[in-house]
């Protein structure tokens, strides 16, 4: 708990000023809201968050949004294929991604930025040509509304992205914290020869880390394809990488691999979020929108950076 | 040496791309729906004009060195005429111009107008922003606060409309809370209007200024259980939002027709190219004009976009 101390306090205040700034904070409509996004966030950034902690970098996040909300689109609208099974093919098709870039990592030892960076190329490029670079919808959700409503419905008030997060943040949770191949992944980052020579298979914790990153990637668009509920394939989740990359960062994960805790993520994706919520409840012009999460996130590092340091 | 065949094939693979005929371009912006339907606007003029090539470029959002490339890779390839939609109508008059001294230049979306251009193809904006404040005042009859959605307010053609909504706004009563951005980010245009259900319970009409903030004005609206209450205007021709003026949810949107743009704008090039100079407007602008479609309208266009998707 002590690397999400810095965060936490954080986020505490921020919420407590935001909610001093505007009592509506608090209000039933936008914590709902709110969760919702934080739930969709939270997920990806998990996945982001995991191949940080061993060295690596996932780039291709937002691009899987894209053609993978696409494909949602085409099989559930055009195609009238029953849900269940699109649901299905479009996971599957992201673990093969996450494959491919395990693969490419792992066994040919190429860098994972370029991976990666090529991913978000390729797959930006797929999303566009299979749609036309027409903006695919799911419109009243005709055959499917079941799934319309699991995605963006309520579950005893509390909105269902953010229900998963905690299943999804739970799981992965005792797979980093209280397994041992958790502990392989953290001695992976920390360093890859080490980890090698007292005997972890390096290669298969790399290939399982962007596997889980890109299902996750997976999961989450589902839940972003349904939010928006329609897919403009040249700007459905441009740039929502740095978001995961940005929350495991404020959340304690070291871009130098090795560092980093579930908790701590969830706590940066939720943080990213609120600061977002906080520039309309406050009245702060939207344009200023990126610049206050800039000083925010800085702020946010700089604290940690104080509060570690005083241990030593 | 290894890589000659390489080499080899890649340049035949270039020269084959060719094309003989005289070009003319159409270099839109962004690929949204809007320049979709400008394409097949092009692609009727193409199979109608049979002497000219038309070949049609998209390009990123704000990005106006690509739309210099793009125009300065097809002259190299021999380019005849070409019509730009300016991404940053205030600065990119240096870039028509020098293009108007090679070839000649029309610009469509957006005008220039002390620029060297031909002449202007497409809508007012201004006037588009008067159709909208009509619809607000329809919505609020005894006055009442606005927000405006839009992904950037400094945009030529979002400040265009504001400036369109805010003239017919005057001396109503109406008054304008507020205009909040989103980036062209369709998550944060939806998170912005549930945002400002909460924190401005008291507005009554949310205005989508940009395509997308149609629907995402509609969802969020809906999700909140507000549906009714507030009262929605939109701008352009989404699905969603089509659907939802069909539907009453919206009480209309203001269209313009980039089907028209496309179509118009190619054709007047290739009659000025082979020669024809009297179709050009004395005035240089050729203005289509912009619509609203009502619920009782909106059936009919909706059909209307479902063929020209199809193309």
């Given at each position: 708990?002590?690397?999400?101390?810095?965060?936490?306090?954080?986020?505490?205040?921020?919420c407590?000023?935001?909610?001093?700034?505007n009592?509506?904070?608090?209000?039933?409509?936008?914590l709902?809201?709110t969760?919702?996004?934080?739930?969709?966030?939270?997920?990806?950034?998990?996945?982001?968050?995991?191949?940080i902690?061993?060295?690596?970098?996932?780039?291709?996040?937002?691009?899987?949004?894209?053609?993978?909300?696409?494909?949602?689109?085409?099989l559930?609208?055009?195609?009238?294929?029953?849900?269940?099974?699109a649901?299905?093919t479009v996971?599957?098709?992201?673990?093969?991604?996450?494959?491919?870039?395990?693969?490419m990592?792992?066994?040919?030892?190429?860098?994972?930025?370029?991976?990666?960076?090529?991913?978000?190329?390729?797959?930006?490029?797929?999303?566009?040509?299979?749609s036309?670079?027409?903006?695919?919808?799911?419109?009243?959700?005709?055959?499917?509304?079941?799934?319309?409503?699991?995605a963006?419905?309520?579950l005893?008030g509390?909105?269902?992205?953010?229900i998963?997060?905690?299943?999804?943040?739970?799981?992965?949770?005792?797979?980093?914290?209280?397994?041992?191949?958790?502990?392989?992944?953290f001695?992976?980052?920390?360093?890859?020869?080490?980890?090698?020579?007292?005997?972890?298979?390096v290669?298969?914790?790399?290939?399982?880390?962007?596997?889980?990153?890109?299902?996750?990637?997976?999961?989450?668009?589902?839940?972003?394809?349904?939010?928006?509920?329609?897919?403009?394939?040249?700007?459905?989740?441009?740039?929502?990488?740095?978001?995961?990359?940005?929350?495991?960062?404020?959340g304690?994960?070291?871009?130098?691999?090795?560092?980093?805790?579930?908790i701590?993520?969830?706590?940066?994706?939720?943080?990213?979020?609120?600061?977002?919520?906080?520039?309309?409840?406050?009245?702060?012009?939207?344009?200023?929108?990126?610049?206050?999460?800039?000083?925010?996130?800085?702020t946010g590092?700089?604290?940690?950076?104080f509060?570690r340091?005083?241990?030593? | 040496?290894?890589?000659?065949?390489?080499?080899?094939?890649?340049l035949s693979?270039?020269?084959?791309?060719?094309?003989?005929?005289?070009t003319?371009?159409?270099?839109?912006g962004?690929?949204?729906?809007?320049?979709?339907?400008?394409?097949?606007?092009?692609?009727?003029?193409?199979?109608?004009?049979?002497e000219?090539?038309?070949?049609?470029?998209?390009?990123?959002?704000?990005?106006?060195?690509?739309?210099?490339?793009?125009?300065?890779?097809?002259?190299?390839?021999?380019?005849?005429?070409?019509?730009?939609?300016?991404?940053?109508?205030?600065?990119?008059?240096?870039?028509?111009?020098?293009t108007?001294?090679?070839?000649?230049?029309?610009?469509?979306?957006?005008?220039?107008?002390?620029?060297?251009r031909?002449?202007?193809?497409?809508t007012?904006?201004v006037?588009?922003?008067h159709?909208?404040?009509?619809?607000?005042?329809?919505?609020l009859?005894?006055?009442?606060?606005?927000?405006?959605?839009?992904?950037?307010?400094d945009?030529?053609n979002?400040?265009?409309?504001?400036?369109?909504?805010?003239?017919?706004?005057?001396?109503s009563g109406?008054?304008?809370?507020?205009?909040?951005?989103?980036n062209?980010d369709?998550?944060r245009?939806?998170?912005n209007?549930?945002?400002?259900?909460?924190?401005?319970?008291?507005?009554?009409?949310?205005v989508?200024?940009?395509?997308?903030?149609?629907p995402?004005?509609?969802?969020?609206?809906?999700e909140?259980?507000?549906?009714?209450?507030?009262?929605?205007v939109?701008?352009?021709?989404?699905?969603?939002?089509?659907?939802?003026?069909?539907?009453?949810?919206?009480l209309g949107?203001?269209?313009?027709?980039p089907?028209?743009f496309?179509?118009?704008?190619?054709?007047?090039?290739?009659?000025?190219?082979?020669?024809?100079?009297?179709?050009?407007?004395?005035?240089?602008?050729?203005?289509?004009?912009?619509?609203?479609?009502?619920?009782?309208?909106a059936?009919?266009?909706?059909?209307?976009?479902?063929?020209?998707?199809r193309?």
């Open positions: 708990m002590k690397k999400e101390k810095g965060i936490f306090i954080i986020f505490i205040v921020l407590s000023v935001v909610s001093i700034g009592p509506n904070f608090l209000s039933a409509a936008n709902q809201n969760t919702r996004l934080i739930g969709i966030f939270g997920i990806f950034s998990i996945g982001s968050g995991i191949v902690i061993t060295r690596g970098i996932d780039l291709s996040v937002g691009s899987i949004f894209a053609l993978e909300g696409v494909l949602l689109s085409m559930l609208v055009s195609q009238k294929i029953a849900w269940p099974i649901v299905m996971l599957l098709l992201t673990l093969a991604i996450g494959w491919c870039h395990g693969i990592i792992s066994k040919l030892k190429i860098q994972p930025f370029i991976i990666t960076l090529c991913g978000l190329l390729v797959y930006r490029g797929l999303a566009r040509f299979f036309n670079d027409i903006t695919m919808g799911f419109g009243y959700g005709e055959g499917f509304t079941a799934l319309q409503r699991l963006t419905g309520n005893f509390v909105p269902s992205p953010f998963l997060l905690l299943v999804v943040g739970a799981a992965a949770w005792v797979f980093l914290h209280r397994s041992v191949y958790g502990r392989y992944l001695a992976v980052g920390q360093n890859e020869e080490a980890a090698f020579f007292s005997g972890i298979n290669k298969r914790m790399l290939l399982a880390a962007y596997i889980i990153s890109a299902l996750l990637a997976g999961i989450a668009g589902i839940l972003l394809a349904f939010y928006t509920n329609a897919i403009a394939p040249s700007s459905h989740g441009n740039f929502y990488e740095l978001y995961g990359i940005a929350a495991a960062v404020l304690g994960c070291s871009l130098r691999g090795g560092e980093g805790s579930i701590g993520i969830v706590l940066g994706a939720a943080m990213l979020q609120v600061i977002q919520n906080l520039v309309n409840l406050l009245g702060i012009p939207s344009s200023l929108n990126f610049a206050v999460m800039g000083v925010v996130i800085l590092v700089l604290a940690d950076k509060i340091r005083n241990k030593y | 040496m290894k890589r000659l065949p390489f080499v080899i094939a890649l693979l270039v020269s084959c791309n060719r094309s003989h005929r005289p003319i371009a159409f270099v839109a962004a690929a949204t729906d809007f320049w979709t339907f400008a394409e097949a606007g092009c692609k009727k003029a193409r199979a109608e004009i049979k000219y090539d038309v070949v049609f470029r998209y390009t990123t959002d704000g990005a106006t060195e690509e739309q210099k490339r793009i125009v300065d890779d097809l002259l190299a390839n021999g380019l005849n005429g070409v019509i730009v939609a300016p991404l940053d109508p205030v600065n990119q008059g240096p870039f028509i111009d020098a108007s001294e090679k070839i000649p230049v029309m610009v469509t979306d957006s005008d220039i107008p002390n620029s060297k031909l002449c202007y193809v497409g007012s904006n006037e588009a922003g159709y909208a404040g009509k619809l607000i005042k329809e919505a009859p005894a006055g009442g606060k606005i927000l405006l959605f839009v992904g950037k307010a945009a030529q979002a400040k265009e409309r504001i400036a369109g909504i805010e003239e017919e706004l005057k001396g109406i008054t304008i809370a507020g205009i909040r951005t989103d062209i369709r998550v245009a939806k998170a209007v549930s945002d400002a259900l909460v924190s401005h319970p008291d507005v009554n009409c949310f989508g200024l940009w395509s997308y903030n149609g995402a004005i509609l969802n969020a609206v809906k909140s259980g507000k549906s009714g209450k507030v009262k929605i939109c701008f352009d021709e989404e699905e969603e939002t089509l659907r939802g003026v069909q539907n009453g949810e919206i949107t203001v269209v313009q027709q089907f028209e496309g179509y118009q704008s190619t054709r007047l090039m290739a009659q000025y190219l082979s020669g024809d100079k009297k179709g050009l407007p004395a005035n240089g602008q050729v203005i289509i004009p912009a619509q609203v479609i009502r619920k009782d309208m059936a009919d266009y909706l059909s209307k976009m479902a063929a020209l998707r193309k």
